[in-house]
């Protein structure tokens, strides 16, 4: 992307495009009288149509689970695209041409030029198909494939190819296909050679790696030589290119992403055929990074298939070998835990077998059975850790201690340390009050002793832990549009669980109750604001862009809060459970009867924030 695009041509392309011809690609739409048309919602499950299209207006809705928008909306939301993404994608259906503004740091690529690339690799993709299914010279390539117990269907719904042992094949086929040698080397199909260009890939199986809206970007290929004096590299990915950055991109998701969002459930595998044996197998959410390591972007695309902003949903499985590799991978994970709200998971193969061979050797059932058997992150990490440690003598134990009270000290979701304590307990052998001592010991030594929230300006809250997600949005939609959220002060005070979010929310309390009108609002709240870190987290929200992905409204607004609102009556409902199966409905049956007549007053205010949180989709 070369800036932002402009407003007006947002607007060309919405009004341009027919709605229902879009939605058509994804639903069966038939007439429903008085101009508008339905078909079954690709939302939900339904048996009975409730999903309408309004050509006339631009517009659908869903009255079954209330999903309504314009066609940007319904592409963004049905393919998982941000809105650039989705303009981009749409100013190109009808021959469009986008002007970008420019703005502070970012690209300039040239107009048209990702169009040009996309379409290079997509013709690509099609002559490595047919390479793979009519060239001789790929008889090895088909031969790996069907030794990994993969027949021609597989390879054709993951379009794998074969790149011809010919110095320039590709080359020349694209350029008859009118493009430069210039695209090409610059969407790292074709490199310079001794004698001119020559293709970058040359006798290997390849992986078209497709973005999120199905494009092809880059390749992954296997190299098939046996040949001794033969000394590239076994896997080689495409270069980084305008249209392929390998740190955002994730091999498989255009082909899991429906079913990730669906199963609230991602399964991250090592290879390219481990993505394959898996979704052979029934595993339909698993990907794979391209040949990098899975990093915070990969995070980001997958919270958001995920949902990841509710703490109640949501699962992300790694696989590993269960050798001392795995066993580092997994504590490499244990940090990018941290970033998941969703719970995180460990599937380990003791064998050291990976996805594949698992499935060459043992069947479907087995790459199942695999994925069945997987354990807490944290379980796994922590057991790695205490592993090479002789747990019969007293020495064992404690050095076992020393080096694992320090992971479970490091669990950002404090709720979870002391179960935590009591099961490295349990597997060491000793005490609870002896590791739970030594947990905070770890805790102590690893965080140097802070003040209070109020006299310590480090204090402040991570702006990208998707924990708090939800309660700096709607502090940014409360001091940013204030006229949009006039409830703000029916919100929990324990729905702010972070010291400064909880300050910030007094602050605009007090402010609220000195103003009849905004106009000088962020004015008044700074002015409220003590001591000076407070006031820097107030410009800060103040001026962070608010993520709702259309236009702000109340309704937004709305939306933002029920859903914080819920999260916390959420969980005071935990609580309350807990406290339930402690009373003795016998002994105390008044105490046990209040407290459950709470929890269904509880549950019904629940239900109610959730219809109201919803009601923005």
């Known amino acids: 992307m070369a800036g932002r695009i402009r407003d007006e041509d947002v607007a060309h392309v919405r009004e341009h495009l027919a709605i229902d011809e879009v939605i058509g ?42 999903v309504g928008g314009d066609v940007i909306s319904f592409l963004m939301k049905i393919d998982h695209l941000s809105f650039t993404e989705t303009v981009e994608r749409l100013a190109d259906r009808i021959g469009y041409q986008l002007r970008y503004e420019d703005g502070a740091g970012a690209s300039h ?39 990994r117990n993969f027949d021609a269907e597989v390879a054709k719904h993951f379009a794998v190819g074969y790149s011809p042992d010919e110095w320039d094949s590709l080359t020349k086929h694209l350029r008859g296909k009118g493009f430069s040698i210039e695209e090409l080397t610059l969407g790292g199909l074709s490199q310079e050679g001794q004698r001119g260009p020559i293709d970058r890939f040359r006798h290997r199986l390849m992986w078209p790696i497709k973005d999120m809206s199905g494009d092809v970007v880059g390749f992954g290929a296997r190299k098939l030589s046996t040949e001794a004096n033969d000394s590239s590299p076994k896997y080689l990915n495409s270069p980084e290119t305008p249209v ?27 290879g390219y ?99 069945a058997r997987r354990v807490p992150l944290f379980e796994f990490a922590i057991k790695s850790r205490i592993a090479g440690y002789n747990l019969e003598s007293a020495e064992g134990r404690v050095a076992a201690l020393a080096v694992a009270a320090p992971l479970v000290a490091q669990i950002r979701d404090r709720s979870l340390r ?29 965080m140097p002793l802070r003040p209070p929230v109020e006299t310590n300006p480090a204090w402040r809250p991570d702006p990208s832990d998707p924990r708090l997600a939800l309660e700096r949005e709607v502090l940014k939609v409360v001091i940013q549009a204030p006229a949009l ?15 400064a979010y909880l300050a910030a929310r007094s602050v605009i309390d007090t402010t609220a109750g000195e103003l009849t009108d905004f106009s000088d609002w962020i004015e008044t709240i700074l002015r409220n604001s003590e001591p000076e870190f407070l006031q820097a987290l107030v410009r800060e929200l103040a001026v962070e862009p608010i993520r709702a992905t259309g236009v702000l409204d109340e309704r937004y607004a709305e939306s933002v809060a029920s859903r914080l609102r819920e999260l916390a009556v959420s969980r005071t409902i935990a609580e309350l459970k807990s406290k339930l199966q402690r009373i003795n409905p016998v002994d105390d049956a008044d105490v046990y009867n209040q407290a459950f007549m709470d929890l269904v007053q509880l549950e019904a205010r629940r239900r109610d924030l959730h219809e109201r949180a919803i009601g923005d989709l």
């Not at 050509?55 to 809705?61: R, V």
């Not at 048209?112 to 790929?138: C, D, H, I, K, W």
């Not at 590791?435 to 770890?442: L, N, Q």
Request: a neutral charge; one cysteine or more.
């Open 485 to 499: 959220l006039p409830s703000f002060s029916e919100i929990e005070l324990a729905a702010f669980t972070h010291p």
């Open 25 to 66: 690609d994804y639903v069966q739409l038939r007439n429903a009288g008085g101009g508008q048309k339905k078909g079954l919602c690709p939302f939900h499950d339904e048996k009975s149509p409730s999903f309408h299209v309004t050509p006339a207006k631009g517009y659908f809705h869903c009255f079954g689970c209330q």
């Open 418 to 446: 002391p179960e935590y304590a009591r099961l490295l307990a349990g597997w060491l052998g000793m005490e609870v009050e002896a590791v739970t001592g030594a947990i905070v010991r770890s805790n102590r030594q690893s």
């Open 244 to 270: 392929y950055k390998k740190s955002s991109v994730l091999y498989g998701l255009e082909l899991a992403k429906k079913e990730i969002a669906r199963k609230r459930q991602v399964v991250v595998v090592e």
């Open 109 to 147: 690529q040239v107009p048209g030029m990702r169009a040009r690339l996309v379409e290079a690799n997509r013709l690509a993709s099609l002559f490595y198909q047919e390479q793979l299914a009519t060239s001789p010279s790929a008889q090895v390539g088909r031969e790996f494939l069907v030794a």
């Open 273 to 371: 055929t481990d993505v394959m044996a898996a979704h052979s197998a029934g595993i339909t959410t698993a990907v794979a990074t391209c040949g990098t390591a899975f990093g915070d972007e990969h995070i980001r695309i997958l919270r958001r298939l995920l949902m990841d902003d509710d703490a109640f949903r949501g699962e992300v499985i790694f696989t590993f070998d269960g050798d001392a590799a795995g066993q580092k991978a997994a504590l490499r994970a244990f940090a990018d835990d941290q970033k998941f709200v969703s719970q995180t998971f460990v599937a380990v193969e003791q064998s050291g077998l990976d996805p594949c061979e698992l499935r060459q050797q043992q069947g479907d059932g087995a790459v199942r059975d695999l994925i």
